[in-house]
């Protein structure tokens, strides 16, 4: 079956540093990869995907690369902000399958200070 | 539009005690999905309905039943509460986007403990 290894947590970062959080999977096919954010006591929220080999994802700042060869599809961030202390999921979905079943990493902690 | 909403928030339930969780969304999907979330286990799909009329299980069925009311609900019952079952519960709901991909939305999920 499809599962994903995320970078262990918890990562604590000051406010405004470079941010990368490693995700490597295995699934069928050709997956689509998604990373989700869940903010405390809220359910999870899509942050961005990649749907084919060399997509890159963005949105609000985080990037993600679809690395076929290497099977990774690592978040990024430039400069982070408080804002952003959260707890992040890589995602991949297999291809071939009609519907949008998602294998879940375990989660990696972000806190930023100020 | 509400999104994926579901009820209850928070429930205290006795070893052997029975629920079920209820969710729905509005936005026409096709699939809908439960989950479980327990520290450093990430989620884990309990059972979910590719489409209306069938329900397949996850990763972790065991102690769960599902139903599939419409395209519009989806419920999680426990019939036998026990403290294993411990943990916050996440309803998602999917379909087919622009692009090509499957999106999961999530609703803000119930916060279970059995004692």
């Known amino acids: 079956g499809d599962s994903v290894t995320q970078m262990e947590g918890p990562v604590t970062l000051s406010e405004e540093a470079f941010l990368t959080i490693n995700c490597t999977y295995t699934?069928?096919?050709?997956?689509?990869l998604f990373w989700y954010v869940q903010y405390p006591g809220e359910g999870l929220q899509l942050l961005l995907k990649a749907t084919k080999a060399d997509d890159k994802g963005s949105n609000k700042g985080f990037e993600a690369t679809y690395r076929k060869e290497t099977t990774s599809f690592h978040l990024e961030k430039g400069s982070v902000q408080v804002s952003d202390s959260a707890v992040y999921f890589c995602?991949?979905?297999?291809?071939?399958?009609?519907?949008?079943?998602?294998?879940f990493g375990q989660g990696t902690i972000l806190t930023v200070h100020p | 539009n509400a999104g994926v909403t579901q009820t209850p928030k928070f429930q205290v339930l006795k070893t052997g005690q029975s629920m079920t969780l209820q969710c729905a969304q509005d936005?026409?999907?096709?699939?809908m999905y439960w989950y479980r979330q327990d520290p450093g286990m990430g989620l884990r799909l309990i059972y979910y309905?590719?489409?209306?009329?069938?329900?397949d299980k996850g990763e972790v069925p065991n102690g769960y039943n599902v139903s599939r009311l419409n395209k519009r609900e989806f419920s999680l019952r426990l019939e036998s509460a026990a403290p294993s079952q411990t943990s916050v519960y996440f309803c998602?709901?999917?379909?087919?986007?622009?692009?090509?991909?499957?999106?999961?939305?999530f609703g803000p999920g119930t916060r279970l403990t059995v004692t």
């Open positions: 699934a069928t096919g050709y997956p689509s």
């Open positions: 309905s590719a489409s209306e009329g069938t329900t």
């Open positions: 936005m026409n999907h096709n699939s």
């Open positions: 995602a991949p979905r297999s291809g071939g399958t009609s519907y949008g079943k998602l294998t």
């Open positions: 998602a709901s999917s379909e087919l986007s622009q692009g090509g991909s499957y999106e999961q939305y």
